[in-house]
């Protein structure tokens, strides 16, 4: 393992170390002893050594390095344009502690990425990747995909910046946090910014960081950003950084290339609850709170479909749906994309705004969607699960009437378990739908069908109308378009034709329950 200068003279930062070097991106292999009876050196050794022999034995290989420890010379005793190879310790300490020091460091970072060279082989996780930096860094880091998601995070480090605080807290970066970022131009510089970059104006961040965007085809695709808060952005910081992002590249590459996406910190937690394969309560509520999720909170799962579009098609929707819907953790699961909707209590109209946005966006990707009842425990993520599934698979309706439950103009391609469940209950097995269509109610659709057909008429569905409007007539003629006195008239038209008795309120409950398997 190769270590350069920079790291070297930060392990050495306690003993006061000036790096008298030209070139500070020479890297070294192994540490030795200086013996002053050598003839020649190797530039693949740093070589620690007492500051008055190296002067006065000044070793003139090029390439070679050296740690110089004062005795009776000391670092202001090095004259000008002498020992410009050298790191020269301006503390005493003995040579034993200095070798000792650096051969840790050394063995502490070879470990290290031989740590992250096998979990990259053995295919794990950015989260796990990152993990492992902990406690060879110290500083806190964070990972975020384009869309401004939490991707991955050192969770068993404190922070105490709000701004990082409050991006692991949600889950992704707010609003406001985004309004600073566009008001600084800071996504101009993104879109352009190749290498590591440090950022000292704690303008956003309540400390330093360190930085790297990473691009693909030239798009935006992930950002990794140091809190420089236990450790200061030295250059042997960021080449350490630069340690880390190598290995992360071969994460990265390979989220690319398999899922032309990044994942998240959240994704295994959901899965696994979908699944039912969830741990205990205690363990939920751990692994939420290192995902950023809310073990309690208001919920609403969806799980969306893209006919025939294949998965480069969903993983385009996924990143529209983080762009669009910041409340959103969007996973993707074989042929599904997941969002679990994480609602503001404050803001009670947000979910509305939201199925606005999800039915402008999949009918783009001629998608559709299934929407769980709300809840508010993720225990009861599998159950939602169930609740999208239902709601996807009996809501949809692709023929008459266009009127009916899950079938509205304003909404075709968003279909809600709660609109779907009575169709669901009533049609499980063929013999339950067979046995549900043969009442009168059923029968009673089917003749008034029939006569509009035959006479232009529409009381099938100004009959739907009105039932689902607790049979007002004002506001069965707003939607209807007609006078509220027609209304009236032909609903006792209606009445008298199919021999019904609508102050009956188990004769609209079965109408209405007929009009869930209505479909010709």
């Known amino acids: ?43 693949e050794h740093i070589y620690v050594g007492m500051l008055s022999d190296l002067l006065t034995n000044e070793p003139s290989a090029p390439g070679v390095f050296f740690v110089a420890i004062p005795d009776r010379k000391r670092a202001e005793d090095v004259p000008e344009g002498h020992l410009m190879n050298a790191i020269v310790l301006g503390k005493d ?7 000792e ?20 082989i053995r295919r794990k996780s950015i989260q796990d990747v990152l993990n492992l930096c902990e406690q060879i860094i110290g500083n806190y880091i964070t990972i975020t995909d384009s869309s401004f998601s939490l991707v991955a995070y050192t969770a068993d480090l404190k922070c105490d910046c709000p701004h990082t605080n409050d991006l692991v807290r949600y ?22 910014a190749n290498d590591i970059y440090i950022d000292d104006s704690k303008v956003i961040a309540a400390y330093p960081t360190i930085s790297k965007v990473i691009h693909y085809n030239n798009a935006y695709f992930a950002h990794v950003v140091m809190l420089c808060d236990k450790k200061p952005p030295t ?41 039912g394969n969830g741990p205990g309560e205690d363990t939920i509520n751990e692994r939420a709170k290192a ?79 299934g929407v769980s009842d709300p809840f508010t425990n993720l225990l009861d993520l599998h159950l939602a699960g169930i609740q999208a599934d239902v709601a996807l698979q009996y809501g949809y309706r692709s023929t008459y009437p266009y009127f009916a439950s899950n079938s509205s103009k304003k909404y075709p391609r968003v279909y809600t378990y709660e609109s779907s469940y009575p169709r669901y209950l009533m ?23 029939r006569y509009d057909q035959e006479h232009n008429t529409n009381n099938l569905e100004l009959l739907y109308v009105y039932l689902i409007n607790d049979r007002k007539a004002t506001e069965t003629a707003e939607i209807t378009h007609m006078h509220r006195n027609n209304v009236i008239y032909r609903i006792s038209r209606i009445s008298e034709m199919a021999d019904i008795n609508l102050d009956d309120a188990q004769v609209r409950f079965r109408l209405l329950l007929a009009y869930e398997l209505f479909v010709i």
């Not at 609003?175 to 352009?192: H, V």
């Open 235 to 275: 250059p042997g910081l960021v080449d350490m950084f630069k340690i880390l992002i190598d290995h992360l590249m071969v994460c990265f590459e390979r989220q690319w290339v398999e899922n032309n996406q990044m994942p998240h910190v959240y994704d295994s937690l959901i899965l696994s609850l979908l699944e």
């Open 93 to 99: 300490c003995e040579m034993l502690d200095v070798f």
């Open 427 to 449: 049609t499980n097995t063929p013999e339950s739908e067979r046995i549900a269509k043969s009442n009168f109610a059923f029968k009673t659709l089917i003749d008034l069908y």
């Open 101 to 120: 020091i650096l051969q840790a460091t050394f063995s502490d970072v070879s470990t290290w990425c031989e740590g992250m060279d096998f979990f990259l």
């Open 171 to 192: 889950g992704y970066y707010n609003q406001e946090a985004i309004s600073k970022f566009n008001a600084l131009r800071l996504p101009e510089f993104w879109k352009d």
């Open 1 to 43: 393992m190769q270590l350069s200068l920079n790291i070297i003279n930060d392990a050495l930062s306690d003993l006061q170390p000036k790096l008298r070097v030209l070139d500070t991106s020479a890297k070294v292999s192994s540490v030795s002893i200086y013996n002053k009876r050598k003839k020649s050196f190797s530039p």
């Open 291 to 369: 995902s950023g999720l809310p073990a309690e909170a208001n919920f609403r799962l969806i799980k969306i479909t893209a006919d025939g579009s294949g998965g480069v098609m969903l993983q385009r929707l996924s990143q529209e749906l983080q762009d669009h819907i910041p409340e959103a953790r969007v996973t993707l699961s074989k042929s599904i994309l997941i969002a679990l909707i994480v609602q503001n209590s404050r803001h009670k109209n947000r979910f509305t705004q939201i199925i606005e946005m999800l039915q402008e966006i999949l009918d783009h990707y001629r998608a559709k969607c």
